[in-house]
């Protein structure tokens, strides 16, 4: 921007020199002593300064310090947001941590508890079978003596028969056609006799 301007001013410094030489040497002379020190190019800052100029008159004309302002105000807004969010993790973080160290601790409590009622189960089991054994017991024990006494009442039967069978026998071999006759007429006799 600078060397536009410059060259504007050499242009004009040339068709000055036309018209009056002193002043050409002057601009010169200013030129090298001022705008062409090694290091320092003058221009260079003045070109800076007026881009810069022109850059604020611009966004001024344009309403840039408005929306930067607009923009800031977002940018914050979205600070305080994601702080907030932040907190709120923070807090379900903690919350999330009790909830563990409870499980923690509701987990012993089960365990606890599982293992109190797998003794009382066994506990209850035991008696149970027990009782159920006594009970078989006692139900063997009963059908046992049933069958014992009937075996009893058979073999008395049996017995029973088994005598009398003997008896007859015994009773076929010792009688014969006269102690049958006399045992027929003793026993008509008792009976009143015949008539």
């Given amino acids: 921007m600078f060397a536009l301007v410059t060259n504007f001013l050499l242009l ?19 030129e090298n ?7 320092f190019e003058g221009w260079r800052f003045l070109n800076l300064a007026i881009f810069v100029g022109l850059m604020i008159w611009a966004s001024k004309k344009i309403g840039l310090p ?14 305080i947001r994601a702080e907030e969010e932040k907190k709120a993790a923070l807090a379900r973080l903690t919350s999330a941590e009790g909830k563990l160290a409870q499980l ?15 003794a009382f189960e066994k506990k209850r089991v035991a008696a149970e079978t027990k009782a159920d054994t006594e009970r078989l017991r006692a139900q063997a024990e009963a059908e046992l ?22 008896a007859e026998e015994k009773l076929r071999k010792q009688i014969d056609g006269k102690a049958d006759a006399r045992l027929v007429k003793a026993s008509i006799s008792e009976i009143g006799g015949l008539n």
């Fill in 66 to 79: 408005e929306a930067f302002k607009k923009r800031r105000e977002e940018i914050r807004a979205d600070l």
């Fill in 145 to 166: 003596a049933r069958l014992a006494s009937q075996t009893r009442v058979e073999l008395r039967r049996f017995s029973a028969q088994e005598s009398i069978r003997l």
């Fill in 12 to 30: 004009l410094a040339e068709t000055a020199k036309t018209a009056n030489p002193g002043v050409w040497a002057n601009i010169k002379q200013f």
């Fill in 33 to 39: 002593d001022w705008l062409n020190i090694p290091g």
């Fill in 104 to 118: 923690e601790t509701e987990k012993e409590n089960i365990l606890t508890k599982a293992k109190d009622e797998a």
